[in-house]
Nanobody, 121 residues
Framework: QVRLVQSGGGLVQAGGSLRLSCAAS????????MGWFRQAPGKEREFVAA???????SYADSVKGRFTISRDNAKNAVSLQMNILMPEDTAVYYC???????????????WGQGTQVTVSS
């Protein structure tokens, strides 16, 4: 079992920036792929970004060029820097982890508690 604890998020105006962080603990968390999903009201949860233990990254088309995912393996932590935020980025963001990059981009088994990001127009 991997425990994921998120921090960051909040309210920002369109065009602004926010940073989300997620710390992992528990069994095998040090070599897990990690990522982020989001869920807007009335919509399904969708993939945002992911990073492997070796720092290979993957992004949803909607955030490419605006969001950057990074990780600190020594701290078992992942961050999501979100720039040029738009109202359509408003959602609850969830940290995720699994043993492979493919798994964490599709059906991750481990989830954080979620954090609200609201972008005002």
């Amino acid at each position: 079992q991997v425990r994921l604890v998120q921090s960051g998020g909040g309210l920002v105006q369109a065009g602004g920036s926010l940073r989300l962080s997620c710390a992992a603990s528990g069994r095998t968390s040090s070599n897990y792929a990690m990522g982020w999903f989001r869920q807007a009201p009335g919509k399904e949860r969708e993939f945002v970004a992911a990073i492997s233990w070796s720092t290979i990254t993957s992004y949803a088309d909607s955030v490419k060029g605006r969001f950057t995912i990074s990780r600190d393996n020594a701290k078992n932590a992942v961050s999501l820097q979100m720039n040029i935020l738009m109202p359509e980025d408003t959602a609850v963001y969830y940290c995720a982890a699994d043993s492979t990059l493919r798994a964490v981009t599709t059906t991750p088994r481990n989830w954080g508690q979620g954090t609200q990001v609201t972008v005002s127009s």
